[in-house]
């Protein structure tokens, strides 16, 4: 390993420390928050209207993330990010009691919005980061530090609002915003290689479009404006991406399933200690996460290869699948080998989605995240409103079943996607070789397993 690897390793492992931080923070006020918007309001139906607003934040900043990428730089994008929750929880702490209720959805709005926005530029940016062949490793770090975070922030939300209240919980978030922004600031990225490809693309970045102010300022907007419509183009033109982006969604519909179903499940199971079984399970389930990424990191770095595509297809569909059994009333130990897969499985298809999307020319990959981001905001939002419903009159395990059995459809479609264009583009590879011709023709950029874009 180079130095100049060593420090960029370094440096993104203080970044992710940062943004461990930042989780963890944000787990512990998801339940606060939650519970500080009952409190306030009396109201259950407050609880999901601030859910709503968070998620629909989310859902719009996915549209214009990819365009607002093309202006600014993923480190401005990031600090602005963490600085405006760090001032959304302060504002909580200040307001008068008069203004709480309109300020908690301002806070649910800035939020979701700038979670979203920094979750888009960290994504985009981590090729450029650590270098593009060590993607797997970079995602792998960071959701296995991020499932940690999550299970201390769930964990601890109790014990921090009961024991010193919601104005200690605000405050510790607010602390943990500021130090994930202290490690962007930290970062010497001043210019994003998204830029500098698009420069070259467009041929501003040439000679000819040196030493020209005033034409470069007259053709920012559009060149904005080009570069946008055409990744765009280029994105719809690639199904198996698309497909990809939309499984995505699917999964987090049915993400949204168990998370409203384990807390009624658990209820049933021992209402006297309702928390016990919710605790356990994500516990576990973290532990398999991290395991997983282990064992990424070890192929990863043995192969130099990632898991691809194909992974993301049929991780899903064993997640899915264990989360399905996880409320078929088992018994402890076979649900607590249940938890254990359903992390390994979610931290497999998580690091494999991330790293395949990140395999995209970096002019098409802040608008490939965006759109990412816009899908799985809009299949959580909604799946939270249609599973909290369908709960009152289904059991949880049937509602689980058709949400995550819904994944399990659209991801077979997808690996038999896959599959069919890995042979396709093997065949034409064959083809090419029989007919004596050098260029494999077709078959360039098949290791991305259909997400290949035109280079036109």
Request: aromatic share 8%; glycine share 10%; proline share 3%.
């Amino acid at each position: 390993m180079t130095s100049g690897t060593a420090l960029k390793e370094r440096r993104y492992r203080i970044l992710v420390a940062g943004y461990a931080i930042s989780s963890y923070g944000t787990f512990l006020n998801l339940v606060a928050l939650n519970l500080y918007v009952y409190a306030v309001t009396d109201r259950a139906l407050a609880v999901g209207a601030f859910m709503t607003v968070r998620f629909a934040a989310g859902f719009l900043t996915g549209l214009v993330a990819g365009p607002l990428l093309a202006r600014w730089s993923a480190k401005g994008a990031m600090l602005w990010a963490n600085l405006l929750q760090a001032a959304a929880m302060l504002l909580l702490v200040v307001v008068p009691d008069a203004y709480h209720t309109a300020s908690l959805f301002t806070v649910s709005a800035v939020v979701g919005a700038a979670g979203t926005l920094f979750m888009v530029a960290f994504r985009s940016s981590i090729p450029h980061m650590v270098g593009e062949g060590r993607t797997t490793w970079a995602n792998s770090l960071m959701v296995s530090w991020r499932s940690m975070a999550m299970v201390a922030g769930f964990a601890s939300s109790g014990v921090v609002v009961s024991l010193m209240g919601y104005t200690a919980a605000f405050l510790a978030d607010m602390g943990t915003f500021l130090v994930c922004a202290l490690t962007v600031a930290l970062l010497p990225m001043t210019r994003d290689a998204a830029d500098d490809t698009a420069d070259d693309a467009t041929g501003n970045g040439g000679p000819e479009g040196k030493g020209d102010p005033e034409g470069a300022e007259g053709t920012k907007g559009a060149k904005g404006k080009v570069r946008s419509s055409a990744a765009l183009a280029a994105l719809g033109a690639a199904p198996a991406l698309l497909l990809m982006v939309a499984l995505r969604g699917v999964d987090a519909l049915g993400s949204s399933s168990h998370n409203a179903a384990l807390p009624v499940y658990s209820t049933r199971l021992d209402a006297d200690s309702p928390a016990v079984f919710v605790s356990v399970f994500w516990c576990v389930w973290a532990i398999g996460n991290v395991l997983a990424q282990q064992v990424l990191r070890r192929y990863a770095k043995r192969t130099e290869r990632a898991v691809g595509s194909l992974g993301f297809g049929l991780g899903t569909i064993v997640m899915s699948a264990t989360f399905i059994l996880a409320f078929a009333g088992f018994p402890w130990f076979a649900t607590i080998v249940i938890a254990l897969l359903a992390g390994a499985a979610d931290g497999l298809t998580e690091v494999s989605y991330t790293s395949h999307l990140q395999t995209l020319p970096s002019g098409l990959r802040t608008h490939a995240f965006g759109l990412s981001a816009t899908v799985e905001n809009l299949g959580f939002g909604v799946g939270m409103i249609v599973v909290a419903t369908a709960l009152d009159a289904f059991t949880p395990l049937s509602v689980v079943a058709v949400a995550h059995g819904a994944a399990i459809v659209v991801a077979l479609v997808f690996v038999a996607q896959v599959l069919w264009q890995r042979n396709a583009s093997r065949k034409a590879t064959a083809d090419s070789d029989e007919g004596g011709s050098g260029d494999a023709g077709p078959a360039r950029g098949s290791h991305r397993d259909g997400a290949e874009v035109s280079g036109g």
